[in-house]
């Protein structure tokens, strides 16, 4: 078993679960999405995009794409609700998390992706 696959699986694997986590609840109240699991998210986004640098495969392209994909969405989240619980007068409205929701479903569909390239290429590893 290669030890460095392993984990870089387990990061684009866990970059999804956040990500789930984060979506998952009603998509306009706040109490169901966690600033932290968010951050979580973001930090994580970020280390696969790191680990997927070394790559120089065509799969290895299209996945670093996908990640870049997913943490410019996840920021953009991050910095949506930054704005809006510290410096809009309104605070955190119902409208203002439909919007860092619907960012980070955005990259949600990014790590999907992600996980399906790299299950391609698995499958393609073993022939």
């Known amino acids: ?3 460095e696959k392993v984990i870089f699986a387990f990061f684009i694997v866990l970059a999804l679960t956040l990500n789930v ?4 609840g009603d998509v306009d109240n706040p109490a169901h999405h966690e600033v932290l699991e968010l951050f979580f998210a973001i930090v994580v986004s970020l280390v696969c995009t790191v680990l997927k640098f070394g790559d120089r495969s065509h799969l290895g392209a299209l996945m670093l794409a996908t990640s870049l994909v997913a943490d410019l969405q996840l920021i953009a989240a991050g910095a949506i609700w930054g704005y809006y619980a510290h410096i809009a007068a309104a605070g955190m409205t119902g ?3 439909a919007s860092v929701v619907s960012f980070a479903a955005g990259a949600l569909v990014a790590n999907i992706i ?3 390239l790299l299950v391609i290429e698995t499958v393609l590893v073993r022939r």
């Open 1 to 3: 078993m290669n030890r």
């Open 21 to 24: 986590g984060f979506v998952v």
């Open 95 to 97: 409208d203002a998390m």
């Open 114 to 116: 992600s996980v399906v």
